[in-house]
C-alpha cells in the first residue's frame, strides 16, 4: 500500500481532479437525480464493524470501478435515507433512495496495527505512540449512492466529500484559544470548494458556510447548536435574512449515532439546491466526530502555549544566570506527558489540499 504521507505515491488518481473534463456526462446524471426536493434526509452511523452494510472485498471493488474516489482505505460507517413527502394512503414517508457514507480509516484509525499509530511510533519516538497516532487523525468522509439502487447508471457514484484542514483548523483555534476545526467540502459536479468551519460563540457551538453561484453571488448560513436539548441539535439560518431554513436533529438516544436532516417545506428552491443539502449531510455526518477533534486541537493549543512559557522562563532565568536544570526537568518531563510538542507536522496530502485542492488524495 502506498504511504499517504508520501507527497510523490506515484499513484495516477493524484494526476485527476473532482471536477474533470472526464466526470462531467457521469456526474450529470447524479445532478439530475439530486434535484428532487426531499423533505428529510436521516444520516445513520452504525454502531460497530457488524452491520450488514459493511462490504466486502467484492463490493469494494465495484464502488472503485464507479468511481475513483472510493479507495482502499475507505469502510462504510453508514447510511443516508432520502425522504420525499407524506404517503397519507399508506401512512408513511415516500422512501427516495439510500447512500452510503464512508470514512478514509487510513486517516483515522488509530489502533496499535493501524498506519496512523505505526508511524507515530517509528517517526516521533520523543511522544506516546497512543497518544500522538490521534493527534495525527484527519477526518475524511465521502458518500456515494447504493450498490443496490435501481437506476444501474448512478449507483456506486461518489456524491460528496468532507475533509478537514489541520492547517486551517489549526490557526483558527490558536487565534480564538477554541477548538475550531475546518473543513473543506466538494460535490460533484460543482466547481468550487465550500468551506465549513466552527466559530468563536460564547456558549455553543456555531458553524458557518457559503453557498455561492455561477455569477458569484454569496449567501451566508450558519449552523447553531440548540442549547438545554439531548444529542446535538442544530439549527440552520440564512445569515443574510435571519431566516430559520433548515434543522439538524441529533438522535442522541439512537445507539447507531442517527441524525435527522429536515428542510422546510416553504424554501423549495433552497430544498431543491443539491449543493446546500449536501454540506447539511455531510456537516450531519461528521459531528459524530467532532468531539474527538474538539480534544485534539485543545491538546494543541495547550501545547503551543507551554511551549510559549517555557521560553519565556527560559530567557529570564538565561538573562539572571540562574540555574536551568530544574525548568529543562519540568520540560522533558512535560514533553513524555504529551504536555506540549516541539513542533505541529502536517503530511503532504494535507498541504496537497491546500495547493492543488481538487486533486483526490488517496
Request: a negative charge.
Given at each position: 500500500?502506498?504511504?499517504?504521507?508520501?507527497?510523490?505515491?506515484?499513484?495516477?488518481?493524484?494526476?485527476?481532479?473532482?471536477?474533470?473534463?472526464?466526470?462531467?456526462?457521469?456526474?450529470?446524471?447524479?445532478?439530475?437525480?439530486?434535484?428532487?426536493?426531499?423533505?428529510?434526509?436521516?444520516?445513520?452511523?452504525?454502531?460497530?464493524?457488524?452491520?450488514?452494510?459493511?462490504?466486502?472485498?467484492?463490493?469494494?471493488?465495484?464502488?472503485?470501478?464507479?468511481?475513483?474516489?472510493?479507495?482502499?482505505?475507505?469502510?462504510v460507517k453508514g447510511e443516508i435515507k432520502f425522504f420525499y413527502g407524506y404517503d397519507e394512503e399508506n401512512k408513511k414517508e415516500r422512501d427516495g433512495y439510500t447512500e452510503v457514507v464512508v470514512l478514509d480509516e487510513y486517516w483515522w484509525d488509530a489502533d496499535k496495527d493501524s498506519e496512523?499509530?505505526?508511524?507515530?511510533?517509528?517517526?516521533?519516538?520523543?511522544?506516546?505512540?497512543?497518544?500522538?497516532?490521534?493527534?495525527?487523525?484527519?477526518?475524511?468522509?465521502?458518500?456515494?449512492?447504493?450498490?443496490?439502487?435501481?437506476?444501474?447508471?448512478?449507483?456506486?457514484?461518489?456524491?460528496?466529500?468532507?475533509?478537514?484542514?489541520?492547517?486551517?483548523?489549526?490557526?483558527?483555534?490558536?487565534?480564538?484559544?477554541?477548538?475550531?476545526?475546518?473543513?473543506?467540502?466538494?460535490?460533484?459536479?460543482?466547481?468550487?470548494?465550500?468551506?465549513?468551519?466552527?466559530?468563536?460563540?460564547?456558549?455553543?457551538?456555531?458553524?458557518?458556510?457559503?453557498?455561492?453561484?455561477?455569477?458569484?453571488?454569496?449567501?451566508?448560513?450558519?449552523?447553531?447548536?440548540?442549547?438545554?436539548?439531548?444529542?446535538?441539535?442544530?439549527?440552520?439560518?440564512?445569515?443574510?435574512?435571519?431566516?430559520?431554513?433548515?434543522?439538524?436533529?441529533?438522535?442522541?438516544?439512537?445507539?447507531?449515532?442517527?441524525?435527522?436532516?429536515?428542510?422546510?417545506?416553504?424554501?423549495?428552491?433552497?430544498?431543491?439546491?443539491?449543493?446546500?443539502?449536501?454540506?447539511?449531510?455531510?456537516?450531519?455526518?461528521?459531528?459524530?466526530?467532532?468531539?474527538?477533534?474538539?480534544?485534539?486541537?485543545?491538546?494543541?493549543?495547550?501545547?503551543?502555549?507551554?511551549?510559549?512559557?517555557y521560553k519565556k522562563d527560559l530567557k529570564k532565568k538565561e538573562e539572571k544566570g540562574e540555574d536551568l536544570t530544574e525548568l529543562n526537568e519540568k520540560y522533558a518531563k512535560a514533553m513524555q506527558k504529551l504536555k506540549f510538542l516541539k513542533k505541529y507536522e502536517v503530511s503532504p496530502t494535507?498541504?496537497?489540499?491546500?495547493?492543488?485542492?481538487?486533486?483526490?488524495?488517496?
Open positions: 500500500m502506498s504511504d499517504p504521507y508520501d507527497s510523490d505515491t506515484g499513484n495516477e488518481a493524484d494526476e485527476w481532479d473532482d471536477y474533470s473534463v472526464q466526470d462531467i456526462a457521469q456526474e450529470k446524471e447524479i445532478v439530475a437525480v439530486g434535484r428532487e426536493a426531499y423533505s428529510r434526509m436521516e444520516v445513520d452511523l452504525y454502531k460497530t464493524k457488524m452491520h450488514g452494510a459493511i462490504i466486502g472485498v467484492r463490493q469494494k471493488d465495484q464502488y472503485m470501478s464507479k468511481s475513483r474516489q472510493f479507495t482502499h482505505n475507505m469502510e496512523l499509530y505505526k508511524r507515530a511510533e517509528s517517526n516521533y519516538p520523543e511522544y506516546d505512540p497512543d497518544e500522538y497516532a490521534k493527534i495525527m487523525r484527519r477526518l475524511i468522509l465521502k458518500t456515494f449512492i447504493g450498490l443496490d439502487e435501481a437506476h444501474d447508471e448512478n449507483k456506486g457514484r461518489w456524491t460528496g466529500t468532507i475533509e478537514e484542514s489541520q492547517i486551517m483548523s489549526f490557526c483558527l483555534s490558536f487565534g480564538e484559544k477554541d477548538p475550531l476545526p475546518f473543513f473543506w467540502i466538494n460535490a460533484p459536479g460543482f466547481k468550487y470548494r465550500i468551506p465549513l468551519f466552527r466559530t468563536h460563540a460564547v456558549t455553543g457551538e456555531r458553524y458557518v458556510f457559503p453557498l455561492f453561484d455561477e455569477d458569484g453571488v454569496v449567501t451566508p448560513y450558519y449552523i447553531e447548536a440548540k442549547r438545554f436539548t439531548p444529542g446535538s441539535d442544530f439549527q440552520v439560518y440564512n445569515a443574510a435574512t435571519w431566516e430559520k431554513v433548515a434543522w439538524v436533529d441529533d438522535r442522541s438516544t439512537n445507539i447507531g449515532g442517527k441524525v435527522d436532516v429536515q428542510l422546510f417545506e416553504e424554501n423549495d428552491d433552497l430544498n431543491r439546491n443539491r449543493v446546500f443539502r449536501r454540506v447539511l449531510l455531510l456537516f450531519a455526518a461528521a459531528s459524530k466526530y467532532f468531539h474527538p477533534l474538539y480534544k485534539n486541537y485543545s491538546k494543541i493549543y495547550k501545547a503551543m502555549v507551554k511551549q510559549k512559557d494535507e498541504l496537497s489540499l491546500h495547493f492543488n485542492p481538487r486533486r483526490v488524495r488517496t
